[in-house]
Every structure is written in structure tokens, then in C-alpha cells.
């Protein structure tokens, strides 16, 4: 059973850091696909970072530059590290994982695991 398990966020200012931590157990691809997704209320949930069945990342423009995806197979952790933060990357944010092979950024509906999301408010 495939488990993902988030800590990390809360409330910061503009121009701050934070990191999001995802801790997965259970999956048994030897190259799963896995990403960071972000929800706010009335949107649909989107793509923030992903690493895909060939080992490449990939990122949403807004965030390109600012945010980077570091996956720990050794200690089962998929991280994001999320720099000058800006009021508009205020989200709900969750980790995937999915056992199929995906090349690219693959969408929300692809994903079959998810994390129970956790919150990050950034203030300007």
C-alpha cells in the first residue's frame, strides 16, 4: 500500500523560503512518477513540480527559478524546496505519486497516490 505522508508549510512573508517534505513508502516502480501540486479554493489543483519515469523534473513556469524538486529515493522523501516565495503561491499544497511510466510533466489525473495536503500562506 502506497503511502505518502506531508510536513512542512505555514504562514511566511514575501521573498521568505520554506520546504515541503513528502515521505512515501509502498511503491514498488523502480521509477515511479511523483510531483507537488498546489490547490486554492475554486481552481483546480495544478502542476508544480514533477519528476518523471526517465528521471527528468519539470516545473510551472510561475515557479521555474524559485522552487526545486529533490527526491531522496535512500530515505523515501520528495521534497520541495520553495524560495522568494510570493503572495500568489498561496495554495493547499500535496505530493503524488503513481506507479505508471510517464515522459513529461504529467497532469493531476494521472496520479493515483496522494498526500493529505498541507497549507502555505505567504504575506506580503
Known amino acids: 500500500q502506497v503511502q505518502l505522508v506531508q510536513s512542512g508549510g505555514g504562514s511566511v512573508r514575501a521573498g521568505d523560503s520554506l520546504r515541503l517534505s513528502c515521505t512515501f513508502s509502498g511503491l514498488t516502480a523502480r521509477r515511479p512518477i511523483m510531483g507537488w501540486f498546489r490547490q486554492v479554493p475554486g481552481k483546480e489543483r495544478e502542476g508544480v513540480a514533477s519528476?518523471?519515469?526517465?528521471?527528468?523534473?519539470h516545473y510551472e513556469d510561475s515557479v521555474k527559478g524559485r522552487f526545486t524538486l529533490i527526491k531522496d529515493d535512500y530515505s523515501g522523501v520528495l521534497l520541495l524546496e520553495m524560495n522568494s516565495l510570493k503572495p500568489e503561491d498561496t495554495a493547499m499544497y500535496y505530493c503524488?505519486?503513481?506507479?505508471?511510466?510517464?515522459?513529461?510533466?504529467?497532469?493531476?489525473?494521472?496520479?493515483?497516490?496522494w498526500g493529505q495536503g498541507t497549507q502555505v500562506t505567504v504575506s506580503s
Open positions: 503524488a505519486a503513481d506507479e505508471r511510466r510517464w515522459v513529461g510533466f504529467a497532469p493531476a489525473q494521472v496520479y493515483t497516490n
Open positions: 519528476i518523471d519515469s526517465q528521471l527528468m523534473t
